[in-house]
C-alpha cells in the first residue's frame, strides 16, 4: 500500500520512517530540494533520537518536491504541516490553507483520496476545508499525534492511543488498519467525528497542564511549610482515581503544545460562549509556581554558590527552548544575582548567547 505524507520535517519524517519501517511505501513531500536531496541520498542528520539510523535503514521511503508526484502516488495523504501560534493565541493555518488551494487548483480527483489532517488546529478546520475539498473526491479526517520531543519515533510506535476523527466510516477503517499494522503495542483507538477529534486532542493536553499545575501548587504549598512536596504527591498519587503520572514536583509545564495548546482551548471555548476558566487558571498558576520557585531558591541559596543545570531545554532529549520554564527560572535565579553554569548542546549554547548575552557561563556537551 502506498502513503503519501505532505510535510517531513522532525514529525512528518518520523512518522513517514515509522511507517515505512511497517511495509508501507511512502513518499514525502518537502519544498526544500537540498533537504529531499540528503534525504534521498541518506546524508541528513538529524538532532531527534533514532532517526539518523531510521533513515539509513529505510528501503520503503522516497522524498520528493513535485506535489503532483505525491498526490498520485498514493489514495491516502497524510498531512503534517507546521501551524505555529498566532499572537492572539490561535493556530496559524496558512501552510495547510496553501496546500488545499494546490488542490483546488488541480480540480478533481478521479479516485477518492483520504486527506488526513494530523497537525494541530482550532477546533472547527477540518469542516471549513472539507466544503472545499468534499465536492473534489477527498474526505478529510483528522489524525493527530501525541509525540514528545526526543522519543518521537518510539511515541509513534508505540502510543497509549489513537485518535481518528473519520470522515467516513471507510476512512476511518483505512487509517484503523493502518495503525493496527504499524504500531506494535496494540494502543486503544477512538474514533469520532473530526470535530470531536480536534476538541479532543486540546482538551486531553489541557487536562494535563491542570494536573501538572495542581501538583506545582501543591508542592509550593508544602515547600512553604517545610516539608518534602515529594512525600505528598507521592501520597497523593497512590490513589487509582489520580495515579502518579504528571504528578510530580517540578519546574511546570512548557515546550511547544502544553502551553499553546491551553491557550487555543480557552479561545475556542469563549468563541462559542463558554468560558474555560480551568485553563486560564493552570496558565496563572503554572506562572505563579514559576515566581515561587525563583524567590525561594534566592531565598535558601548562596548567590556566591554557582549553580549548575545540565540542561535548559523543555527537555533533556531535546533541542527545543520553547517555552521552557527550566530556562525560565534559570534566567530568574540569575537576574536574582546567582552564578548560573548552562552545560547545553553547541547549538543551543550559541542560541541563548544570542538571547541573553553574558548572563550565564557554559559548557558545551555532546
Same mark, same amino acid.
Request: one cysteine or more.
Given at each position: 500500500?502506498?502513503?503519501?505524507?505532505?510535510?517531513?520535517?522532525?514529525?512528518?519524517?518520523?512518522?513517514?520512517?515509522?511507517?515505512?519501517?511497517?511495509?508501507?511505501?511512502?513518499?514525502?513531500?518537502?519544498?526544500?530540494?537540498?533537504?529531499?536531496?540528503?534525504?534521498?541520498?541518506?546524508?541528513?542528520?538529524?538532532?531527534?533520537?533514532?532517526?539518523?539510523?531510521?533513515?539509513?535503514?529505510?528501503?520503503?521511503?522516497?522524498?520528493?518536491?513535485?506535489?503532483?508526484?505525491?498526490?498520485?502516488?498514493?489514495?491516502?495523504?497524510?498531512?503534517?504541516?507546521?501551524?505555529?501560534?498566532?499572537?492572539?493565541?490561535?493556530?496559524?493555518?496558512?501552510?495547510?490553507?496553501?496546500?488545499?488551494?494546490?488542490?483546488? #487548483?488541480?480540480?478533481?480527483?478521479? *479516485? $477518492?483520496? +483520504?486527506?488526513?489532517?494530523? =497537525?494541530?488546529?482550532? @477546533?472547527?478546520?477540518?469542516?471549513?476545508?472539507?466544503?472545499?475539498?468534499?465536492?473534489?473526491?477527498?474526505?478529510?479526517?483528522?489524525?493527530?499525534?501525541?509525540?514528545?520531543?526526543?522519543?518521537?519515533?518510539?511515541?509513534?510506535?508505540?502510543?497509549?492511543?489513537?485518535?481518528?476523527?473519520?470522515?467516513?466510516?471507510?476512512?476511518?477503517?483505512?487509517? #484503523?488498519?493502518?495503525?493496527?499494522? *504499524? $504500531?506494535? +503495542?496494540?494502543?486503544?483507538? =477512538?474514533?469520532?467525528? @473530526?470535530?470531536?477529534?480536534?476538541?479532543?486532542?486540546l482538551s486531553l493536553n489541557c487536562f494535563l497542564?491542570?494536573?501538572?499545575?495542581?501538583?506545582?501548587?501543591?508542592?509550593?504549598?508544602?515547600?512553604?511549610?517545610?516539608?518534602?512536596?515529594?512525600?505528598?504527591?507521592?501520597?497523593?498519587?497512590?490513589?487509582?482515581?489520580?495515579?502518579n503520572k504528571y504528578l510530580g514536583y517540578g519546574?511546570?509545564?512548557?515546550?511547544?503544545?502544553?502551553?499553546?495548546?491551553?491557550?487555543?482551548?480557552?479561545?475556542?471555548?469563549?468563541?462559542?460562549?463558554?468560558?474555560?476558566?480551568?485553563?486560564?487558571?493552570?496558565?496563572?498558576?503554572?506562572?505563579?509556581?514559576?515566581?515561587?520557585?525563583?524567590?525561594?531558591?534566592?531565598?535558601?541559596?548562596?548567590?556566591?554558590?554557582?549553580?549548575?543545570?545540565?540542561?535548559?531545554?523543555?527537555?533533556?532529549?531535546?533541542?527545543?527552548?520553547t517555552e521552557s520554564q527550566q530556562l525560565a527560572?534559570?534566567?530568574?535565579?540569575?537576574?536574582?544575582?546567582?552564578?548560573?553554569?548552562?552545560?547545553?548542546?553547541?547549538?543551543?549554547?550559541?542560541?541563548?548567547?544570542?538571547?541573553?548575552?553574558?548572563?550565564?557561563?557554559?559548557?558545551?556537551?555532546?
Amino acid at each position: 500500500m502506498n502513503l503519501s505524507v505532505f510535510g517531513i520535517g522532525k514529525l512528518g519524517l518520523c512518522f513517514s520512517l515509522t511507517l515505512s519501517k511497517s511495509g508501507y511505501r511512502v513518499c514525502g513531500l518537502d519544498v526544500n530540494e537540498d533537504y529531499v536531496a540528503s534525504l534521498n541520498d541518506k546524508s541528513f542528520k538529524s538532532s531527534e533520537a533514532g532517526v539518523t539510523e531510521a533513515l539509513l535503514e529505510s528501503f520503503n521511503f522516497r522524498a520528493t518536491t513535485d506535489l503532483d508526484y505525491a498526490l498520485n502516488f498514493a489514495d491516502t495523504l497524510f498531512v503534517i504541516v507546521a501551524t505555529p501560534s498566532l499572537p492572539n493565541g490561535r493556530y496559524d493555518h496558512s501552510q495547510v490553507d496553501a496546500l488545499v488551494d494546490s488542490l483546488v #487548483e488541480r480540480g478533481a480527483v478521479e *479516485h $477518492t483520496k +483520504n486527506f488526513v489532517v494530523c =497537525c494541530t488546529v482550532m @477546533p472547527g478546520y477540518c469542516d471549513k476545508i472539507k466544503k472545499k475539498l468534499n465536492p473534489l473526491n477527498y474526505v478529510v479526517s483528522y489524525n493527530p499525534e501525541f509525540i514528545a520531543q526526543g522519543t518521537i519515533l518510539r511515541d509513534q510506535a508505540e502510543p497509549d492511543m489513537v485518535l481518528i476523527g473519520e470522515g467516513n466510516e471507510r476512512a476511518g477503517n483505512i487509517l #484503523e488498519n493502518i495503525y493496527n499494522r *504499524h $504500531t506494535s +503495542n496494540k494502543p486503544r483507538i =477512538c474514533r469520532m467525528s @473530526p470535530l470531536e477529534a480536534e476538541i479532543t486532542k486540546l482538551s486531553l493536553n489541557c487536562f494535563l497542564t491542570t494536573k501538572i499545575a495542581y501538583a506545582s501548587m501543591i508542592g509550593d504549598i508544602v515547600t512553604a511549610v517545610g516539608g518534602d512536596p515529594k512525600t505528598v504527591l507521592n501520597a497523593i498519587g497512590q490513589d487509582s482515581r489520580i495515579g502518579n503520572k504528571y504528578l510530580g514536583y517540578g519546574y511546570g509545564y512548557g515546550g511547544p503544545c502544553f502551553p499553546r495548546d491551553n491557550r487555543a482551548l480557552a479561545i475556542f471555548a469563549k468563541d462559542n460562549d463558554v468560558e474555560a476558566l480551568i485553563s486560564l487558571a493552570s496558565d496563572q498558576s503554572n506562572a505563579d509556581h514559576l515566581v515561587f520557585q525563583i524567590k525561594n531558591f534566592l531565598l535558601t541559596h548562596d548567590l556566591e554558590e554557582e549553580v549548575e543545570f545540565d540542561f535548559v531545554t523543555y527537555k533533556k532529549e531535546s533541542t527545543l527552548l520553547t517555552e521552557s520554564q527550566q530556562l525560565a527560572f534559570a534566567v530568574g535565579i540569575a537576574r536574582g544575582g546567582c552564578k548560573v553554569k548552562i552545560k547545553e548542546r553547541k547549538e543551543v549554547i550559541e542560541e541563548l548567547k544570542k538571547r541573553y548575552d553574558d548572563l550565564f557561563t557554559y559548557e558545551e556537551r555532546k
